[in-house]
């Protein structure tokens, strides 16, 4: 497992952008996949994109498609999650998760290492 810190969050304007970064300790970071998840109280964790130990493969989920970008640097120990055209329906609380098993993102189960979250809030 690796310690994976989260920030960038916060308030935004409806349309507005935020970038999430993730610095990652722990372990060689360019090995292995990751993931961000959001979750809206009261509702279980939902996957919103993922890439490979290299950032070369990556997935979004339909609702952010086109609108945010993830990202990493390997030399940073770094990922992000770049989010424009923010919408009302993006609130929630943002983690960044590592499956530090695979070099390629498999399922939201599979990852083993949890940030704590940051949340990120939409105004309209």
């Known amino acids: 497992q690796v310690q994976l810190v989260e920030s960038g969050g916060g308030l935004v304007q409806a349309g507005g952008s935020l970038r999430l970064s993730c610095a990652g300790s722990?372990?060689?970071?360019?090995?292995?996949?990751m993931g961000w998840f959001r979750q809206i109280p009261g509702k279980e964790r939902e996957f919103v994109a993922s890439m490979s130990w290299s950032g070369g493969d990556t997935d979004y989920a339909e609702s952010v498609k086109g609108r945010f970008t993830i990202s990493r640097d390997n030399a940073k120990n770094t990922a992000y999650l770049q989010m424009n055209s923010l919408k009302p329906e993006d609130p929630a609380v943002y983690y960044c998760a590592a499956d530090t098993r695979r070099r390629y993102y498999l399922t939201q189960s599979a990852m083993d290492s949890w940030g704590k979250g940051t949340r990120v809030t939409v105004s309209s």
């Open positions: 722990g372990r060689t970071f360019s090995s292995y996949a």
